[in-house]
């Protein structure tokens, strides 16, 4: 089993720029495919971004693409979110999750292991 623990978020004025980090303990995080989710006040989870197991392949949402980067560093055991160009619309709460089996995918029932989530305020 492996935990999860995001830092990096905090609060941004629009059109600025974040990176969070996700650390995995326990497993090395090569064992899974990676996300990261995020969740505003009132909605439900959505899907940011994933990347495969050596970073061969990753994926985005549509609202997303150009704007964030998904990358890891298995070395130390780390998936990164580089958020460019924030907006107001991306404050939310971001997790971070594994995934055992299967390949990028977008939804959230099929990652087994999420982290605590970490706060993203973009102010305008």
């Known amino acids: 089993q492996v935990q999860l623990v995001e830092s990096g978020g905090g609060l941004v004025q629009a059109g600025g720029s974040l990176r969070l980090s996700c650390a995995a303990s326990?497993?090395?995080?090569?064992?899974?495919?990676m996300g990261w989710f995020r969740q505003a006040p009132g909605k439900e989870r959505e899907f940011v971004a994933a990347?495969?197991?050596?970073?061969?392949?990753?994926s985005y949402a549509d609202s997303m693409k150009g704007r964030f980067t998904i990358s890891r560093d298995n070395a130390v055991n780390t998936v990164y979110l580089q958020m460019n160009s924030l907006k107001p619309e991306d404050t939310a709460v971001y997790y971070c999750?594994?995934?055992?089996?299967?390949?990028?995918?977008?939804?959230?029932?099929?990652?087994?292991?999420w982290g605590q989530g970490t706060q993203v305020t973009v102010s305008s």
């Open positions: 999750a594994a995934k055992v089996t299967g390949g990028t995918t977008p939804y959230a029932r099929q990652y087994n292991f």
């Open positions: 326990g497993r090395s995080s090569s064992d899974y495919t």
């Open positions: 990347i495969s197991r050596y970073g061969a392949v990753a």
